[in-house]
């Protein structure tokens, strides 16, 4: 009775299935049979086959698959020992002799396997597990093989089922193993017209224990038309049985291997889903991505793909051709680079500001060509912009979808290498932007985000996968906004708002007293920002009634337009402060209206990101008073400004008073606010960590 039996099933090999068994013929170790399993074959493989009349078992079956075929070839097996091998595939000479005296030399092991090459049909090698150029799994056997963590010859003991879940590296024609551990576990599953043996080897290894031997002892054949094509379309295919098969296992492993399972098959999913995009199997991608969702519904690009699988096919093929026409990703780029900021409008207010103080400093860098997107109109910065001599297109379309349209069109035209978008309504152009464009996606976190409703977070989620660089004002907002979403910090970078401190240095300009009607005997009080709720303008508003009756020269005014005036105006006719406010609207000359203020007030309620206005103020050496809330408290403290707790006009009342009559502490509080503007928060560098960030986006 031989000890060894050599299973090998055939369909339609006739071209090579002598190589195969003349591989066989050849070994060093002589103690074998061969069992030629024939699935049902229409080609000449059984005359073929005559010539080893006497050598070989030739048994024939009706076409079933090759599972069925093996199992047939099991079960006629007399061996003590198996060892499979495809038709197409071969031997090398010491294998059968190298891997029985493993099994024998460690009789607590039941399967022995070995590394593989591939070669072409001119005989070329393609690969070997250890020298793949494919993408291993971090921590799977052939990442460890690459790392070269064992050197060749070397008997790696103890491949576990983990590390087989990871990974199947494991290749029928590289296997010997004992027949008694198959008739523990069963054979071949004949349900699985793919993955059958990854499910086989998967339920070796829960039970029993298995050896790696890092030497090539056999080559698989690469054929184009066969089932070992697994660097082509097939290999997609592969992956959704692989996660099949490993999706049995969730529940038998429900405590050690339940998460890695999981793990494993999102990313396997997460690969098959493209292919199945990229090759326009759209019902297919909404099945897998369904499948993956079930696991995990923590992965925003799989709504993404389900969005897309929706959609006709002819469109799909039509944004994908679009697609490939893009120039090539890998293109090596020169400057001047191109960089387009996409912004929803220009109108006034503290981003749009920053955008016009970085182009007028960075007008003249060579390094850079400058464009901007507007969704909706140019307004009033944009305007100023554009007499810089910096390009401004402005979408055309009556709906977002014509708008989206244009965007694509025009990202083919530009080809810009980095997109930078500002303020959420351009934000929802990224997955589009990453579609089809090469460009790397910047986005500019400007506040808290605590203005975001289930939805737009879970937007944001899936925006953040598909951006290159996220850019925060403020150490708070990237904390806030690491916690919200549950990211890491590896795309973040925090680049603090900058002032253009030429601007606030120039000598007293009393235009606006008398634009006002004020003379130099008042005492102005100022508050610039947006008149919205949480800005706390209601509670700056309720202080001037308490110092009204004490103090008969003062003025406030509230620079700023928003949703929020109307309720302002009425309470300040309400407490019968006409006579003290001044509402100016939105205004461009903020240099002469802090040149003639005496006190700066900001009393946000919610934290912020690094407000502008504030920094402003205190670049033209105006005391501060503002409250204690996060983003705030990175420029401001209690040496330079006067910080109260929110929402309360009492202490703001306090907080004011005490400025208003003392004179050498606001010149004081001014002065320290003046040094920590300019040395922390000057526009030349933010203009310089800009250049810096852009030039290692592109580089990378």
């Known amino acids: 009775?031989?000890?060894?039996?050599?299973?090998?099933?055939?369909?339609?090999?006739?071209?090579?299935?002598?190589?195969?068994?003349?591989?066989?013929?050849?070994?060093?170790?002589?103690?074998?049979e061969i069992v030629v399993v024939?699935?049902?074959?229409?080609?000449?493989?059984?005359?073929i086959l005559q010539r080893y009349n006497g050598r070989i078992r030739y048994i024939y079956q009706s076409n079933k698959g090759v599972s069925a075929a093996r199992n047939l070839g099991l079960r006629e097996a007399k061996g003590k020992y198996i060892a499979f091998l495809d038709a197409d595939d071969?031997?090398?000479?010491?294998?059968?002799?190298?891997?029985?005296?493993?099994?024998?030399?460690?009789?607590?092991?039941?399967?022995?396997?070995?590394?593989?090459?591939?070669?072409?049909?001119?005989?070329?090698?393609?690969?070997?597990m250890s020298r793949s150029n494919n993408y291993q799994p971090y921590g799977s056997l052939k990442w460890r093989i690459l790392q070269k963590e064992f050197n060749d010859g070397t008997l790696i003991k103890g491949i576990t089922f983990g590390d087989l879940v990871l990974d199947n590296s494991i290749l029928p024609a590289t296997v010997v193993l004992k027949r008694i551990c198959l008739d523990s576990i069963g054979y071949f599953d004949e349900g699985l017209p793919i993955a059958e043996d990854y499910d086989l080897w998967l339920r070796i290894s829960q039970k029993f224990k298995i050896l790696y031997f890092n030497k090539i002892t056999a080559r698989r054949r690469y054929r184009q038309d066969s089932a070992s094509d697994r660097d082509g379309i097939r290999e997609y295919?592969?992956?959704?049985?692989?996660?099949?098969?490993?999706?049995?296992?969730?529940?038998?492993?429900p405590n050690r291997f339940s998460s890695l399972i999981k793990k494993t098959m999102k990313q396997k999913y997460r690969i098959a889903c493209w292919g199945n995009l990229n090759n326009l199997n759209l019902k297919k991608l909404r099945t897998l991505s369904w499948d993956s969702l079930s696991l995990d519904l923590c992965q925003p690009k799989l709504f993404f793909y389900i969005l897309i699988s929706l959609l006709p096919i002819k469109t799909v093929h039509f944004l994908k051709k679009m697609k490939l026409n893009i120039k090539n990703r890998n293109k090596i780029k020169t400057p001047p680079y191109k960089v387009i900021f996409l912004i929803h409008r220009l109108r006034i207010g503290g981003a749009e500001q920053r955008l016009y103080d970085y182009l007028r400093s960075e007008i003249k860098n060579k390094n850079f060509s400058f464009k901007i997107i507007c969704l909706y109109e140019k307004g009033e910065i944009g305007q100023e912009i554009e007499n810089l001599g910096i390009p401004i297109d402005v979408l055309k379309g009556?709906?977002?979808?014509?708008?989206?349209?244009?965007?694509?069109?025009y990202l083919r035209k530009e080809d810009p290498d980095i997109i930078h978008i500002h303020l959420w309504p351009a934000r929802l152009f990224t997955p589009i932007i990453k579609l089809f464009s090469n460009a790397s996606v910047i986005y500019t976190v400007e506040d808290q985000l605590e203005w975001m409703a289930h939805f737009e977070k879970l937007l944001e989620k899936l925006f953040y996968f598909l951006t290159n660089k996220i850019i925060f004002v403020s150490n708070s907002s990237n904390k806030s906004y690491c916690s919200k979403f549950k990211v890491n910090k590896k795309k973040n970078a925090i680049i603090y708002n900058g002032i253009d401190s030429s601007k606030f240095s120039l000598a007293y300009n009393s235009n606006f007293r008398k634009e006002q009607g004020l003379s130099d005997t008042h005492l102005i009080i100022t508050s610039i920002a947006r008149i919205i709720e949480r800005k706390g303008h209601i509670y700056l508003v309720r202080a001037a009634k308490i110092l009204q009756e004490k103090y008969s020269h003062l003025k406030f005014i509230i620079v700023g337009e928003g949703n929020y005036r109307e309720s302002i105006s009425r309470e300040i006719k309400k407490l019968q402060l006409d006579d003290l406010f001044v509402l100016t609207g939105q205004r461009r000359d903020i240099n002469n209206i802090l040149s003639s203020t005496d006190i700066f007030v900001l009393p946000s309620l919610c934290d912020e990101g690094l407000p502008?206005?504030?920094?402003?103020?205190?670049?033209?050496g105006k005391p501060?008073?503002?409250?204690?809330?996060?983003?705030?408290?990175?420029?401001?403290?209690?040496?330079?400004?006067?910080?109260?707790?929110?929402?309360?006009?009492?202490?703001?009342?306090?907080?004011?008073?005490?400025?208003?009559?003392?004179?050498?502490?606001?010149?004081?509080?001014?002065?320290?606010?003046?040094?920590?503007?300019?040395?922390?928060?000057?526009?030349?560098?933010?203009?310089?960590?800009?250049?810096k960030l852009y030039k290692e986006i592109i580089q990378k």
Do not use: H
């Not at 590394?115 to 001119?122: A, L, P, T």
């Not at 009556?398 to 349209?405: C, D, T």
């Open 612 to 620: 502008l206005c504030l920094l402003e103020a205190m670049a033209a």
């Open 237 to 253: 295919k592969y992956l959704e049985y692989d996660c099949k098969v490993l999706k049995k296992f969730i529940k038998e492993e």
């Open 398 to 409: 009556n709906n977002f979808i014509q708008r989206l349209l244009n965007l694509i069109f």
């Open 38 to 47: 024939d699935d049902g074959s229409t080609d000449d493989t059984k005359d």
């Open 1 to 32: 009775m031989p000890k060894v039996s050599v299973i090998i099933p055939t369909y339609n090999c006739a071209k090579y299935i002598c190589e195969a068994v003349d591989s066989v013929l050849a070994q060093t170790y002589n103690d074998f």
């Open 90 to 128: 071969i031997w090398l000479p010491e294998k059968l002799e190298c891997q029985t005296k493993l099994l024998e030399e460690n009789p607590d092991t039941v399967m022995v396997f070995s590394d593989i090459e591939m070669f072409s049909e001119n005989t070329l090698i393609r690969f070997s």
């Open 624 to 691: 501060v008073i503002t409250t204690n809330i996060e983003g705030i408290n990175e420029v401001a403290d209690i040496n330079n400004a006067i910080i109260i707790p929110p929402t309360n006009s009492i202490a703001l009342a306090n907080g004011l008073e005490k400025l208003i009559i003392d004179r050498e502490e606001r010149l004081r509080l001014g002065e320290e606010a003046k040094k920590t503007a300019l040395s922390r928060f000057s526009l030349e560098k933010m203009c310089n960590l800009y250049e």
